[in-house]
């Protein structure tokens, strides 16, 4: 079975118990790496983890975040949403654009 489709499944899976899990897992990435299908399958595996035991620098999420060093911090929501407001104006077409 193809990555791809065990990865889909195992979605599913936790989709249907989505009142048991987050929504998501996150994780740090060296500067330039994009993420492949095997490393995403491998920390969504540590997403039961990261319910049944907490967030650790491995996998963790929004609630519970790590800084890049490994170490437990706290989002600066504040700052967070500014940065997010300013994607979403970047990706609005100019008045002059349709």
Same mark, same amino acid.
């Given at each position: 079975? *193809?990555? +791809?489709? @065990?990865c +889909?499944?195992?979605?599913? @899976?936790?989709?249907? @118990?989505?009142?048991? $899990?987050?929504?998501?897992?996150?994780?740090?990435?060296a500067?330039?790496?994009? %993420?492949?299908?095997?490393? &995403?399958?491998?920390?969504?595996?540590?997403?039961?983890?990261?319910?049944?035991? !907490?967030? +650790?620098? $491995?996998? $963790?999420?929004f609630?519970?975040? $790590?800084? &890049?060093? !490994?170490? %437990?911090?706290?989002?600066?929501? %504040? &700052?967070?949403?500014?940065?997010?407001? *300013?994607? +979403? @104006?970047? *990706?609005? %077409? *100019?008045?002059?654009?349709?």
């Amino acid at each position: 079975m *193809s990555l +791809t489709k @065990r990865c +889909t499944r195992r979605c599913r @899976r936790c989709t249907r @118990r989505q009142g048991e $899990f987050p929504a998501y897992v996150i994780w740090w990435v060296a500067d330039g790496h994009i %993420p492949d299908w095997h490393e &995403a399958y491998e920390r969504h595996e540590h997403h039961e983890h990261l319910h049944q035991h !907490g967030a +650790t620098a $491995f996998a $963790f999420d929004f609630k519970h975040p $790590f800084d &890049a060093e !490994g170490y %437990p911090t706290q989002v600066d929501r %504040p &700052a967070a949403k500014a940065i997010a407001q *300013s994607f +979403t @104006r970047e *990706s609005e %077409p *100019s008045q002059g654009e349709h």
